[in-house]
């Protein structure tokens, strides 16, 4: 059976950051597609010079995400690992409370062994976080939005 998404994303490059937003609750598929587009993102960067891709950082904005089921939750594992092989060199996540903060702990820990991360109270912190480890946000480029195509 062939579930439909739920809970929706958008994704969009500011200058070096990649800005994810995520909305209501995730089934797997939501971090499926999410990461096929992501990847797609990451393609179109392109590569150094030197071959290896361009260093990024990911804000992660969940501040509007409710949760997800633990196959959500590890289909978004394989997201962010692929995206550590694709460049992102350190993330940061908006959470909307310590119930959030509890949900991702596991997964936080994990990725603070690959990568550089912060919690952040606010995008704003967030952003100026990746700016310290060499990221800049300059321009802003067009979103990518998913549909959240659960009943309701």
């Known amino acids: 059976m062939v579930w439909p998404q ?4 958008s994704l969009r490059w500011q200058g070096d950051v990649l800005i994810a937003s995520y909305c209501g609750t995730w089934n797997e598929v939501a971090s499926r597609n999410l990461h096929r587009q992501a990847r797609a993102l990451w393609v179109e960067r392109g590569l150094q010079a030197n071959g290896q891709p361009q260093a990024w950082g ?8 409710e949760g997800g ?5 590890a289909e978004w594992w394989a997201f962010f690992e692929d ?4 460049g992102m060199v350190a ?10 903060e509890a949900m991702v702990k596991s997964l936080a820990e994990r ?13 704003e912190d967030g952003l100026a976080w990746l ?9 802003i480029e067009p979103q990518v939005r998913s549909q959240d195509t659960s009943p309701g």
């Not at 990911?58 to 995400?65: F, K, T, Y």
């Not at 089921?69 to 939750?73: G, H």
């Open 91 to 100: 993330v940061t996540d908006v959470l909307p409370s310590q119930f959030h």
């Open 111 to 123: 990725a603070g062994r690959l990568t550089r991360y912060q919690l952040s109270a606010r995008p």
């Open 69 to 73: 089921t633990p196959e959500a939750l």
């Open 131 to 139: 700016a310290q480890q060499g990221l800049q946000a300059k321009q």
């Open 58 to 65: 990911l804000l992660s904005d969940a501040r509007e995400w």
């Open 6 to 9: 739920h809970g929706s994303f």
């Open 83 to 86: 995206g550590v092989r694709h």
